[in-house]
């Protein structure tokens, strides 16, 4: 099993593992009744997360760069043959997925190409199943599996017309012109877009792989410039050593990264270097000329050298098929493979820590603090009641008075510092609505009022820019709105810290950040492939249209994220405060009735002791388990996947105050 594919299964096992210990942990807690309905939420939504995690590789080229033999190769050599078709001149006709689906049994689906004569773009037909033609596959026979997969290469002869409808031909464009025969049809597609579903390990582990056909369809889907290509967490542009650089190469790299070569997941391949094999060459000579062909590449995509890789995919699968070893080394393929894991694997465990860990962590922190506060006021009532003993009826008395002050002195500062529950309602609707729909959809509306007046003209190029301009103001704005509410909270338990004695968490920090990087990595997609238009033809227009219609798109779907994210956070910031109360005001009233009935001659002082010794073993007892919890849930199956760094330890900050401010609030005497 090569490194790649053997990393990609730790690093689903990791995955799976951590499912495992958060599912136990919620468990642990329900049981516990320690867990409020907001944390749970949290907790399912980690979950959820977790369990729909998908790592993205997308290959992009020319056609015929060898994409898809170097997926054959990577990742399907297992099989003893190829099983995406790759032939000379064009192949793959539509972008393709790989994943698996468990929802779904094994098939392929396809959308016809004719949906481009149609409003709506890929996300949008992938919400509807009626649209797609459904193939069902047998993932136990390889000789089947072939077949169906040639599904991607299929192609249709369409008039010239029909074309220019799918907006996949445009006459003002002369090569397009050399592509129509004498009786005006050319070659297209059968099928825009293909999504292969079938139980492979290294799928059902959550990795996606998009292979693509040519310009042409980066050219003119903008589903996959805007959307499938940006979000990959890996895109490999290929090259092949036989044709070297070329225009339209130059053409497909500038779409994908544009002028910024320094996004680091874009990696650079340069295919094809057994043509360069040569036996009548000493291998010096060979790896001298390949090394000059990666340096050319090098300085025609302005890319670090470190960031091209020399392969052949051919001779890699038939290496592998074929378990010759001294041919794989030769391929260069694992060399590749080492790069994709560094690039990929460290980067995703990261990002899913991240996401996952800081929210358990949270829970953990929060449940933590109700358990030491319970904790220390079962150290202090015991303390209390110690200090009864042997002594007279009037201290009993005494004691009774104060307990019932103290309740009621809580309840009324609790009271007041909780009025400041309508303020944070009504702060959070102001940073909501500026995330809201509503605001965004006036932003398009005048977009598209503004695109209509300056349709065919250059000026075009600014309304975009302000479009996405005025949708960072928005997010902007928010995040004022959001920012005040922090500080509110922080004032809360300031509060708290000075009337109760209380040191609580602060509140959990929250940005949006990644919506407004979102917003900018889809105006760096649409300018790349805007920016270098001279003339605007009424065929580009359209283009240009469909292209904004997949920005709508997109810019609803982050901004319902950041909506639902804000309120997820506004909703999550007062439940902790209210449980610990909640906590408090129980301890505080069991106080009250245990004095109430040890002067009473209800119950003896005795037998009170023994139950707060009882409950005080049994709090510490669940405080050592949330540990263990907590600490499986940070560092699973850290043996198995070597390079797992250590994640941080949670801040000191974080962690309940010391005992003691209580005590002396509750005026216990010594
Ligand atoms: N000599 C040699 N030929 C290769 C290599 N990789 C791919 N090829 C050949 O190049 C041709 C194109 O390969 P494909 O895998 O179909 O290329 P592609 O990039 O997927 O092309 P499209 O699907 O048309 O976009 C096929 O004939 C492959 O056999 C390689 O490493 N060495
Ligand atoms: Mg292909």
Redesign the pocket.
């Known amino acids: 099993m090569s490194e790649l594919v053997n990393s990609f299964q730790q690093l689903g096992a990791w995955r799976d593992s951590l499912a495992t210990s958060i599912d136990r942990l919620r468990r642990w807690l329900n049981a516990g009744q320690l867990l409020d309905a907001d944390a749970g939420r949290r907790l399912d939504l980690a979950q959820d997360r977790l369990s729909g995690d998908k790592l993205v590789i997308a ?1 992009v ?10 997926i ?1 190769a990577i990742f399907f050599a297992d099989y003893g043959r190829r099983i ?10 539509c972008p393709t997925e790989l994943m698996y689906d468990e929802t779904l049994p094994p098939c392929i689906r396809a959308l016809p190409i004719e949906t481009r004569a149609r409003l709506g773009n890929t996300s949008d037909f992938k919400r509807s199943a009626v649209e797609w033609r459904v193939f069902p596959l047998n993932p136990d026979s390889p000789e089947g599996m072939l077949e169906a997969f040639k599904l991607v ?1 299929e192609t249709v002869r369409v008039s010239a017309e029909e074309a220019r409808i799918y907006g996949l031909y445009d006459p003002a464009d002369a090569e397009q012109v050399l592509a129509v025969d004498r009786h005006g049809m050319l070659e297209i597609s059968r099928w825009r877009h293909a999504i292969i579903n079938f139980p492979h390990p290294l799928l059902r582990d959550g990795l996606v792989i998009l ?4 310009l042409n369809a980066i050219g003119t889907e903008p589903e996959l410039t805007l959307s499938l290509v940006p979000s990959a967490h890996a895109v490999l542009f ?1 090259l ?1 050593a ?1 044709t070297g650089v070329t225009r339209s190469d130059l053409g497909v790299w500038r779409h994908i990264v544009g002028n910024d070569a320094r996004d680091a997941n874009h990696i650079a391949i340069l ?5 360069l094999w040569d036996e009548l060459k000493s291998t010096a000579e060979i790896d001298a000329e390949v090394e000059r062909q990666v340096q050319h590449v090098a300085a025609t995509l302005h890319l670090d050298p470190s960031r091209i890789f020399p ?6 699968l038939v290496a592998k098929v074929t378990h010759d070893q001294a041919l794989l080394r030769q ?1 260069r393929l694992p060399a590749l493979e080492a790069a994709l894991v560094d690039l990929l694997v460290p980067s995703k465990r990261d990002l899913v820590r991240q996401q996952t860990v800081a929210v358990v962590d949270r829970v953990v922190v929060e449940v933590r603090q109700t358990l030491s506060a319970r904790e220390r006021n079962l150290v202090e009532q015991l303390y209390e009641l110690r200090s009864l003993q042997g002594k007279n009826q009037s201290s009993v008395e005494r004691m009774l008075l104060r307990a019932q002050a103290e309740q009621h002195e809580f309840d009324e500062n609790v009271r007041k510092i909780l009025a400041t529950r309508t303020v944070l309602t009504r702060l959070a609707e102001e940073a909501y609505t500026n995330v809201r729909l509503d605001a965004l959809r006036a932003c398009v509306l005048d977009t598209r009022e503004r695109m209509r007046k300056a349709r065919l003209t250059p000026q075009f190029i600014s309304v975009t820019r302000d479009y996405f301009a005025q949708l960072r103001e928005l997010l902007r704005k928010s995040s004022a709105g959001l920012a005040e509410i922090e500080r509110m909270m922080i004032g809360v338990q300031r509060s708290f810290a000075e009337q109760v004695g209380w040191s609580l968490p602060p509140p959990m920090s929250f940005s949006l950040d990644t919506y407004v990087a979102e917003i900018d990595r889809l105006e760096g997609a649409y300018r790349n492939h805007f920016g270098a238009i001279a003339m605007l033809t009424r065929d580009k227009w359209s283009l240009i249209e469909r292209f904004f219609d997949t920005v709508v798109v997109k810019s609803r779907t982050i901004f319902a994220a950041a909506e639902r994210d804000a309120e997820a956070w506004v909703r999550s910031l007062l439940p902790p405060i209210e449980m610990q109360v909640r906590e408090q005001r129980q301890q505080l009233k069991k106080r009250t009735d245990a004095v109430t009935r040890i002067r009473d001659a209800q119950g003896s002082l005795e037998e009170r002791i023994g139950q707060l010794e009882d409950a005080l073993q049994d709090v510490q007892g669940q405080l050592a388990e949330l540990k263990r919890h907590a600490d499986r849930i940070r560092l699973p199956r850290e043996e198995l996947a070597g390079r797992i760094t250590r994640p941080d330890p949670i801040p000191p900050s974080a962690l309940p105050a010391p005992a003691g401010h209580l005590g002396r609030h509750l005026g216990i005497e010594s």
């Open positions: 290959f080229a020319e056609f015929s760069r060898g994409k898809s033999e170097l054959n995406l078709p790759s032939a000379a001149g064009r192949t793959t006709m290469a292979d693509t056909p040519g290929v092949a036989d295919n094809k270097i057994d043509g392969v052949s995919a051919q001779k890699g391929s």
